[in-house]
């Protein structure tokens, strides 16, 4: 079956055409696009259909945030889609939306070994329920359960849960966002723009010196992006520090995921940020926060834990949600 499928975020917005038979799936044409570039997901399809050379049967988008009876407005971008109408518009009526980390969530029995990278090999639990949590623009996150025959997805908004400071670092950064947007969710911490507000954070707290060079980078290009690099490469005190604290934070949240849900199946980490930056995963301070959960730290030592370093599993986890 032929689907269109969308992975649509805060800042980029990935379509295909999609051959999928169950679990396997073909990418037959695909398009990244900047998703503020369009006033709304129909004319980002459109402009996507217009190169089609087959026409697909079904569609199904990933939107980065909640999808309740058909409808969606965004969190991290302006738009208001309506299943019917968006179905309607671009010409296919089998049209579907869905939670874009439960996109991740259908696209994870899609994927093969090397499109993994485990921080936590674990001993993984047979029917246990899988988490999966990633921060981009926003910080995603979703649930699988066993139902005794397969795995149902659920999605979750857990990322706009409030954040819980665990030292006097990040009692500091709650009280200073708390000024600036009253109520902090982990998103505002542990996402792409929460990185920067921790970058600047550290810088007005007196952390180390902000060196001139950098932030004349920040203020030209992607400012995540540059500490990140910088962070990587060792080449800044502070942009390493706001990305060892922003790995904690993420750390300690998918911990928090992984106890709601009883993530005794693993708990996979997706979104655009996490596949950059696996070897700090593996020897920063994430898997330290993701078990230090007190009474229950080795039952968090036990689950297994994964990066999706597939930049596709969203893109083909629509494609699944889309088939009948």
């Given at each position: 079956m032929r689907v269109l499928a969308g992975d649509i975020g805060g800042t980029h917005a990935r379509l295909a055409l999609v051959e999928v038979r169950g679990t396997q799936a073909r990418v037959l044409q695909e398009q990244q696009?900047?998703?503020?570039?369009?006033?709304?997901?129909?004319?980002?399809?459109q402009r996507f259909q217009a190169t089609l050379l087959v026409e697909p049967?079904?569609?199904?988008?990933?939107?980065?945030?909640?999808?309740?009876?058909?409808?969606?407005?965004?969190?991290?971008?302006?738009?208001?889609?309506?299943?019917?109408?968006?179905?309607?518009?671009?010409?296919?009526a089998q049209t579907r939306l869905?939670?874009?980390?439960?996109a991740v969530g259908h696209g994870l029995p899609l994927l093969g070994p090397d499109?993994?990278?485990?921080?936590?090999?674990?001993?993984?639990?047979?029917?246990?329920?899988?988490?999966?949590?990633?921060?981009?623009?926003?910080?995603?996150?979703?649930?699988?359960?066993?139902?005794?025959?397969?795995?149902?997805?659920q999605p979750s908004e857990g990322g706009h849960v409030s954040f819980a400071a665990r030292d006097d670092f990040e009692w500091g950064l709650l009280r200073a966002l708390g000024a600036e947007f009253g109520h902090v969710s982990y998103e505002r911490v542990a996402s792409g723009p929460g990185l920067v507000r921790i970058y600047h954070y550290l810088a007005a707290s007196g952390y180390a010196p902000e060196r001139a060079a950098v932030r004349e980078e920040l203020d030209r290009g992607d400012p995540g992006e540059v500490i990140v690099r910088h962070a990587l490469n060792d080449s800044d005190p502070l942009c390493a520090r706001a990305l060892d604290a922003f790995i904690s934070v993420l750390g300690a949240q998918a911990g928090n995921l992984?106890?709601?849900?009883?993530?005794?199946?693993?708990?996979?980490?997706?979104?655009?940020?996490?596949?950059?930056?696996?070897?700090?995963?593996?020897?920063?301070?994430f898997l330290s926060s993701f078990t230090s959960k007190g009474r229950l730290s080795s039952v968090l030592a036990r689950i297994p834990v994964h990066v999706v370093v597939n930049p596709r599993v969203g893109l083909l986890g629509a494609a699944a949600a889309g088939q009948p």
């Open positions: 696009f900047h998703s503020r570039d369009f006033p709304g997901l129909g004319a980002l399809v049967e079904r569609a199904c988008f990933g939107v980065a945030g909640p999808v309740i009876d058909g409808h969606y407005r965004g969190t991290n971008l302006p738009w208001t889609i309506e299943e019917r109408e968006l179905g309607a518009a671009i010409g296919i869905i939670n874009d980390f439960a499109d993994v990278e485990t921080l936590q090999p674990g001993t993984r639990a047979e029917g246990g329920a899988i988490a999966v949590i990633g921060a981009g623009t926003g910080l995603g996150e979703g649930f699988l359960v066993w139902d005794g025959a397969r795995y149902r997805v992984a106890l709601t849900v009883s993530a005794l199946g693993g708990v996979y980490l997706a979104g655009g940020i996490a596949p950059r930056i696996v070897g700090r995963l593996t020897a920063g301070p």
